[in-house]
């Protein structure tokens, strides 16, 4: 073959592995133009915020016990955070709030009022409303309407309460209770009932008794505890068969009046 010949062929087997290589460029670019578009449209995983506690002054006998359940309290958030981004995808639309959310909420509920027995105990003004900063949310915290007071040394503080007082404690506000969690919130329902008439018994039968911090120590720090425990029974039993109500701690805490 004459070299003559053998340049036009040359230059056609160039040409085609010219058209071949821009081919596939274009495709690679097509390809990664993709790629960066789902990158760039991927929603991101939002993180849990909680607000941060409003304590009042923390005696020096309780910093230990209060800083050991503040640590407690970001290690729960953490948590939350960790299962959060692990699942992504997983569920329903309520999935954050009744798998994750809500069991946080109630944790942070029984951390909270160990802060505030323990401020109690060590000082006899135990603060109250803390349980408003347990529930947390994605993206912000949630609003958190006041700072916690100690409660006022005319009532609940009063050793010497005046003859007919009694212990009243705020009514649970509960969603549509399912079917299936009936008869476990109607036994926890009667708990705090029986709760709070143990706690006006032994309020009748220890008129004159310790110093002007007793009631608040001995009988309405105790009782909020225990309606604590049995409203987060409430929410979970309502969250094991429908969505978990957030917030009943709020109903905890009780007052002589």
């Not at 003559?4 to 133009?33: E, F």
């Not at 997983?90 to 942070?108: D, E, H, S, T």
């Not at 060590?122 to 408003?132: H, I, S």
């Amino acid at each position: 073959m004459s070299q003559a010949h053998a340049r036009p062929q040359r230059a056609k087997r160039r040409l085609v592995w010219i058209g071949l290589l821009s081919a596939g460029a274009m495709s690679a670019l097509a390809v990664a133009a993709l790629a960066s578009s789902g990158e760039s449209e991927a929603p991101q995983v939002q993180g849990i915020v909680c607000p941060s506690p409003a304590l009042p002054a923390v005696p020096a006998a309780a910093r230990a016990e209060v800083d050991r359940e503040l640590a407690n309290l970001d290690k729960q958030v953490a948590e939350a955070n960790t299962r959060l981004a692990n699942s992504v995808g997983q569920g329903g639309p309520n999935f954050v709030q009744n798998a994750i959310l809500g069991p946080l909420a109630g944790k942070r509920t029984a951390a909270l009022d160990r802060i505030a027995i323990a401020i109690g105990r060590a000082d006899g003004a135990r603060p109250e409303g803390l349980e408003q900063f347990a529930t947390c949310g994605l993206g912000q915290a949630p609003p958190v309407t006041s700072s916690p007071t100690p409660p006022p040394a005319s009532s609940a503080t009063s050793g010497a309460q005046p003859a007919g007082n009694s212990i009243v404690c705020p009514e649970p506000v509960l969603p549509d209770v399912p079917a299936a969690a009936q008869a476990e919130v109607e036994r926890e329902l009667a708990n705090l009932d029986k709760q709070v008439a143990e706690a006006n018994t032994r309020l009748a039968n220890s008129v004159g008794q310790g110093g002007p911090n007793f009631v608040q120590n001995a009988i309405l720090g105790p009782l909020a505890g225990k309606r604590t425990a049995a409203l987060e029974r409430i929410a979970i039993a309502i969250g094991r068969a429908g969505e978990r109500p957030a917030g009943l701690g709020q109903f905890a805490t009780c007052e002589l009046g």
